[in-house]
């Protein structure tokens, strides 16, 4: 079973509806196709700002001085050339506005993907293509599009120009490979269709996305020092790395994650395939994560431009290969963080097995980071948490500072024998690889130094593993 809930109140559910709701076959093939990088930055006009759905342009206001000096034409030569000019002139943006909504109808947005959800750092292919499904030709056409930009770290929106023959396409078919986690969106939002005099400029609302969920890294963190967090055995819960046999619940196929202790050997033999034994509940301690996804503090300009992402995603994988070896042991699990996309509101899971982390993976791989302020210091989670007894709480974070510390140790010191007991953790995920100068990571250094120093004198285990 596994319980999502918003701020503690609003129940969550979530829905894995993997690759069906996915468009396929999309295919495009030239003998020499430049890159879409290439093509889009090449064809940059601005950044997209929603336009009116239909405006002049400027060769409209150039149009009413020609009819003007068209009507003077015909009343001062009276002749039936000037007549025939005057009659085209008056007709010529009915002409024009006929052509906007006819070309308008027949231009076609495709997307599609491969993969609606991909791992991190592995390629993923999507297409994206504007067609011209009919014979006329639509030379001025401008295109608000989505597309990865540096070094595919987000998705930003450019406004290119194209030019579509009969029949034509432009095609922006790519693949990319994600360094971060996340939720991309790729695709086009505005078409925007000139007539051939550039009289006037009709809005296509193609509003057409694909969405690639990137997903994080599975890890695996083993247990540094003497002891971890959750090895200690409280006086009313006993610590145990099995699962108590008694409460047998139902039969499953085997998922990445599973005990091994818990597969059904007997009939894995019979079925041709590893099935495992579930259990309607553990016996094991409660763990408590908290996860930081809060945005690294770069006042001084000493960190890398994606340092948000990069430690983020670091939080991230670490929180979750936490979680996945307490399950192992098992111990149940609950999450806890902020989401960026609910400002303000705790997010949580209680994970009672491997498939319970599974189903919330895409809830919290998909997190948005939140403002560094104190409405969003997630060492302020803690107080969420009601026992003292039989409890180990562990906080995941690339953050070692002092503000850090002092929240840390206030929220540890309401578990009162907890921490005596070495039942409070810190899993610390180390950025300094996006320090730009050596100055700067010296002085970082020391300073996560003498705070892993102040957390060990706490009675916190710290540990920092290398992913």
């Not at 180990?392 to 840390?408: E, K, Q």
């Not at 002085?443 to 102040?454: G, L, V």
């Amino acid at each position: 079973m596994c319980r999502i809930k918003a701020n503690g109140k609003k129940q969550l559910a979530i829905e894995n509806t993997g690759d069906a709701g996915v468009k396929q076959g999309l295919t495009h093939k030239t003998s020499r196709k430049p890159t879409y990088r290439d093509r889009a930055l090449s064809h940059i006009i601005t950044s997209p700002k929603r336009g009116l759905k239909f405006v002049p342009c400027s060769n409209f206001w150039l149009y009413l001085l020609l009819l003007a000096g068209a009507l003077l034409f015909t009343q001062a030569l009276r002749s039936p050339i000037s007549a025939v000019l005057f009659v085209f002139m008056l007709l010529l943006p009915l002409f024009t506005l006929a052509y906007l909504f006819i070309a308008s109808a027949c231009v076609k947005v495709y997307v599609s993907n491969g993969q609606v959800q991909a791992q991190k750092l592995s390629p993923v292919k999507f297409g994206l293509k504007i067609a011209n499904d009919s014979i006329i030709p639509i030379p001025f056409t401008e295109i608000d599009i989505s597309l990865p930009v540096g070094r595919a770290m987000r998705c930003l929106g450019r406004r290119v120009r194209v030019s579509l023959a009969p029949f034509g396409c432009y095609d922006l078919s790519e693949e990319v490979t994600f360094p971060y986690r996340g939720k991309y969106e790729i695709g086009v939002s505005d078409i925007y269709i000139y007539d051939l005099f550039r009289m006037f400029r009709l809005r296509v609302d193609a509003d057409t996305f694909t969405t690639v969920f990137v997903m994080p890294r599975r890890l695996t963190i083993g247990r540094e020092g003497t002891h971890a967090p959750s090895d200690v055995n409280t006086s009313s819960v006993k610590n145990i790395t099995g699962i108590d046999r008694a409460e047998l619940s139902d039969i499953r196929e085997y998922r990445s994650g599973d005990n091994m202790k818990s597969i059904h050997w007997k009939l894995s033999s019979k079925a041709q395939e590893l099935v495992v034994k579930e259990y309607a509940m553990n016996s094991g301690n409660r763990v408590y994560i908290f996860a930081d996804m809060a945005k690294i503090r770069n006042a001084d300009n000493i960190y890398e431009d994606d340092i948000n992402e990069y430690a983020a995603d670091g939080v991230v994988e670490l929180a979750i290969a936490a979680a996945s070896r307490e399950l192992q042991e098992g111990n149940d699990c609950t999450m806890i963080w902020y989401d960026g996309l609910r400002p303000g509101m705790m997010q949580s899971a209680t994970l009672e097995s491997a498939g319970d982390l599974e189903s919330v993976l895409p809830l919290f791989s998909a997190a948005e980071l939140c403002p560094s302020d104190e409405s969003h210091d997630f060492t302020r989670l803690a107080v969420t948490v009601t026992e003292t007894q039989g409890v180990t709480v562990i906080f995941v974070s690339a953050r070692m500072d002092a503000p850090l510390v002092r929240g840390i140790t206030a929220a540890a010191s309401a578990f009162g024998a907890l921490t005596a007991r070495g039942a409070v953790g810190y899993i610390y995920f180390d950025p300094s690889e996006r320090i730009k100068s050596p100055e700067a990571l010296t002085a970082y250094r020391e300073t996560a130094e003498n705070c892993r120093r102040q957390l060990n004198e706490a009675g916190i285990t710290v540990i920092s593993p290398k992913i």
